[in-house]
């Protein structure tokens, strides 16, 4: 019989319960949505409409985008206070940042507005 994670953590030492728990965050914590992102940071929709020049809804619209620009994006979490970093991780090699997609033509407030 299948045992349940509650029961397993429960006979745990409480370090090891602490161990798991934080690792955990940390997993969670890398996997977030714009819109998780902004709450986190205490921002309302309407705040970051005022921080980006927009409006609400297209706020609503950009968070539940799944395909974005990365002069979109970068604007989005710039607004934030945050900063986009590409990083290509491959299984042989160390991860690789990639540098030089600055925006070159000021896309990113058309972007915003979209």
Not at 25 to 53: N, V
Not at 96 to 103: F, H, P, R
């Amino acid at each position: 019989m299948a045992k349940k994670v509650n029961e397993i953590m429960q006979k745990l030492p409480r370090d090891r319960v602490e161990k798991i728990e934080a690792r955990a965050a940390e997993l969670i914590a890398q996997y977030m949505t714009l819109q998780d992102i902004r709450k986190a940071r205490e921002l309302t929709q309407e705040r970051m409409a005022e921080l980006l020049g927009v409006r609400q809804d297209s706020v609503s619209k950009l968070e539940k985008r799944t395909d974005l620009l990365l002069s979109t994006l970068r604007g989005y979490l710039n607004a934030m206070g945050g900063e986009l970093e590409l990083v290509v991780k491959f299984s042989d090699r160390p991860p690789v940042v990639i540098t030089g997609l600055a925006d070159l033509d000021g896309e990113d407030e058309q972007n915003l507005k979209a």
